[in-house]
């Protein structure tokens, strides 16, 4: 019996989601929810799409809801709403509100008798993952996140937005010097502006003066100003040739101590190189809706994070196949 | 209240688990078992030293064993035999028996309603855990386990075992050819012999002949006949200044594809550098001695390996500061 899947709201999350359910043989799409005219959405699989107002007609239909809003508006919102009347799973990712996020769905949850992950991609969630293991096995050390390379949405939308530009993308790229002293070990203390650089690709409008979007770039405060940022001007053509996809990945390196001295060096690193970025969270929200359903089955219910689920519940094996393979 | 922490056994992973434990102000060490004489036994911190016989007048005044023998003959006896009146860790490594260790201690967890938590290092233990996260989250794609550099114990015993050879260390190294092809995303397909090399820094007896102890480390079958293997030869000095110490290291890898038409590549990489492999595995062991001690307290028993461990367990800090500092 599979798991079936709803994806409420359909924007690049949940076209992500929707050729991630083809990998997992468990699981199996049945809705997508949207708020605009159902009739105008045309989804790749052909699963059939409603409004988002319809969706409580599919309580007894859906086992767990892939909530594919983004962070700033959406799932604020509807997450706690949709936690009362199903299993969901999010990836909320504004850090200094999970707590708060939490709490909210938390109260739903527990309400509706249902289960609910939040926060469950890759930073936050995989990434959260690895700061906690690496904290808990080398307590006495300092532990690092890097991102990029990758696409910031917030970022490029900010150039876009600066006069005499068509079209932009820009790119967070993890200092390269910062990291080798990170995998030297040496503990080194730094800004954020310090961690990574930024590199722009900007096509301009007719008649823009290169001159100034380049200042104006280098001079956004809070987006650019301390950062060490490169401005290319590119064409059209190389634009669509080379920057519309949506790579990213990141790093979250833990460098401790052991031994009676604190004489030995020991060094943990996790990294993630992608080609796109929102397959690679789809994929991990449906292996935490995997275990969203099972711990719903088995009785739980209430908000939970990454942190609260038994990694075998992610893997659609049994537990003997898992202890004979990858032990 | 600090969980009360016994050694069981006193070699390596025992001594490193003394100088981890003061890194956990969570945790104290009460009591080392050995099966020598225990005036004999000096510990590093001075903890008192008992007899393995007089462990069971200790049930009451530990609150988890580690247990730090050998997986060969000491732990498939021991681990069973403890996990019946302790709440026990190890870090039990022979991969293909791990299923038939893991009945032997549940059964007997289960008889005496304690927690036990197995294989609990880092091969298997950390990357076992990377594994299944990474198939979980990629199921369409191929994972790859390297080793090294490090010093296999098994290869340097036998290279000692070699007429004229006077001492010997063996590192494992992972191959760059096939390291470089991994992350390249190809999904390559290898035997374990090209996907390491051998280095082997050896100390002549005086008058032995280089060429034979070469040739019969080269064509060594199972440890090295099949192997890229280099041979040093060294000083005594040489040996003691550079080859006494314990580094390990190793890097899972797995790469896959995503999308409609899996067009998107994607991956994930965990690896450490460990300049004591004791010590990183101590510390690992300490980490889920804290889960074993919590899962009791919370009514749990029987035998759990790091699968069934929910993250939060593994770490000293409250819920609420991991959801603010580490999601």
Chains 1, 2 share one sequence.
């Not at 799973?89 to 504004?94: K, Q, Y």
């Not at 310090?194 to 690709?201: A, I, L, Q, S």
Request: hydrophobic content about 35%; proline content about 4%.
């Amino acid at each position: 019996m599979s798991i079936k899947i709803g994806l409420f709201g359909y924007g690049n999350i949940a076209k992500a989601a929707e050729s991630g359910i083809l990998q997992n043989s468990d699981m199996e799409l049945v809705a997508v929810f949207t708020r605009r005219n159902p009739s105008d959405v045309k989804t790749v699989s052909g699963v059939p799409v409603h409004k988002k107002q319809d969706v409580l007609s599919f309580t007894d239909k859906i086992d767990v809801m892939l909530m594919c809003g983004g962070s700033a508006t959406d799932l604020p919102k509807e997450s706690p709403d949709m936690a009362k009347y199903f299993n969901i799973v999010d990836s909320f990712d504004t850090h200094t509100k999970v707590l708060e996020h939490f709490n909210n769905v938390d109260k739903s949850a527990k309400e509706g008798k249902k289960v609910s992950i939040i926060s469950a991609g890759w930073d936050p969630g995989v990434f959260s993952l690895n700061r906690l293991f690496s904290e808990a096995f080398l307590p006495n050390g300092k532990g690092y996140t890097f991102w990029g390379k990758g696409v910031s949405q917030g970022h490029s939308d900010a150039v876009r937005r600066i006069d005499g530009v068509k079209q932009a993308v820009q790119y967070t790229n993890p200092s390269k010097d910062a990291l080798k002293e990170v995998r030297e070990g040496i503990l080194p203390v730094f800004s954020p502006c310090e961690m990574h650089t930024r590199e722009c690709f900007v096509v301009l409008k007719d008649g823009a003066n290169k001159g100034l979007v380049e200042s104006a770039i280098k001079n956004m405060p809070n987006y650019f100003k301390d950062y060490n940022t490169t401005v290319h001007f590119i064409t059209d053509e190389e634009f669509n040739k080379n920057h519309t996809a949506m790579p990213h990945g990141g790093t979250v390196i833990r460098s401790g101590f052991t031994g009676i001295d604190n004489e030995n060096k020991q060094i943990i690193e996790y990294s993630i190189k992608l080609n796109s970025n929102p397959e690679f969270t789809a994929n991990i929200l449906l292996c935490y809706a995997r275990a969203a359903y099972r711990l719903y089955n088995a009785g739980d219910s209430g908000c939970k994070t990454v942190f609260d689920i038994a990694p075998y519940l992610l893997f659609s094996g049994t537990k003997k196949d898992i202890m004979e393979r990858l032990i």
